[in-house]
């Protein structure tokens, strides 16, 4: 392999302590990873903090904590407390939507163990603070939750993530960051209107069939304002009838490919492999050297550090 792909921490090491805490951050860093991603989202008082939902029941104790604050749908959302009181919540680990049970139910799990929400800025501050005394360059990887919801409710994110980025000193096309939208229009208003030159990541969901179907002209024009794409690895293959470790490339990956863009594949789960996966490591490993994907995102970034680094010191 020419260059070594990344290995993105999926909200941190996911797969080993409970998402996007500063310890799962933490985790990460020492495994290994390149990137570690952030999901921001804005509270009341305007002030950025990690969390994957704009809402807060699936990973904290909202609702014991402050009873009778959900709104109409039973959720709780963020940007419904100041930040003062977001820091008396307990992070806990992600449970099925709307149930007590854990979603992944062999994680870890402790009562007897507190984790705390972390504000962007913090967590910015303790990967520059490993970065300074471990000497290496790793990046974070931000991803702008719902742009339009929280221009709704009187806050631009956008504004604010650049902000705050620029604060810390990521400026310019080579800095050690990503910034990702599922919204294509914020990623362009980003890039235009707001005059950033930051690599940005389009994400693609699962569910949009028109992305899967994306020709050389739709990923040239999508080339103008995005570095790359962070897409559902589902989308780069013709999906196996039967388990196999030999995987054939869809025609998007051929695409993307053709317009230069970074691809970036979701999201890579020891505890959630597909039907057709003979195993983490062979799934992995296919999409490192048989797809020759940029990066991946990975709840265990150990075991993805790992497989890409064999494959780097085979390849020399």
């Not at 290994?32 to 804005?42: I, K, P, R, T, W």
Request: hydrophobic share 45%; proline share 5%.
């Amino acid at each position: 392999m020419a260059s070594r792909p990344l290995v993105i921490a999926h909200r941190g090491a996911s797969g080993y302590l409970p998402e996007h805490t500063a310890e799962a951050k933490a985790l990460a860093y020492g495994m290994g990873a390149d990137y570690l991603e952030q999901d921001v989202v804005a509270t009341r008082d305007a002030k950025l903090i990690v969390m994957h939902d704009v809402a807060l029941n699936d990973v904290t104790d909202v609702a014991t904590v402050f009873p009778g604050r959900a709104r109409a749908d039973g959720r709780y959302y963020a940007i419904d407390f100041d930040l003062a009181e977001i820091r008396r919540l307990r992070v806990v680990e992600r449970r099925r939507a709307g149930t007590p049970e854990p979603l992944f139910p062999r994680r870890f799990h402790s009562s007897d163990v507190t984790f705390r929400v972390s504000t962007l800025s913090e967590e910015i501050e303790l990967v520059q603070g490993l970065n300074r005394t471990t000497g290496r360059s790793v990046g974070i990887y931000p991803e702008i939750k719902e742009p339009r919801w929280h221009r709704e409710h009187g806050i631009d994110l956008a504004v604010l993530l650049l902000e705050e980025l620029d604060h810390h000193g990521y400026s310019g096309p080579e800095a050690l960051v990503f910034v990702q939208c599922f919204d294509s229009a914020e990623l362009v208003r980003i890039r235009v209107e707001l005059g950033s030159n930051l690599p940005l990541i389009q994400l693609l969901p699962y569910s949009d069939r028109a992305w899967r179907e994306m020709t050389v002209t739709d990923a040239v024009a999508l080339a103008a304002h995005a570095t790359g794409v962070g897409l559902p690895y589902e989308h780069l293959i013709v999906a196996p009838s039967a388990r196999t470790t030999t995987l054939e490339p869809a025609p998007l990956a051929a695409a993307l490919r053709a317009a230069e863009l970074s691809i970036h594949a979701y999201t890579f789960r020891a505890d959630q492999l597909p039907a057709w996966a003979t195993s983490f490591r062979d799934l992995v490993r296919a999409f490192y050297a048989d797809l020759r994907v940029d990066g991946i995102f990975c709840d265990h970034p150990d075991i993805a550090v790992d497989v890409r680094d064999s494959l780097h010191a085979r390849s020399r």
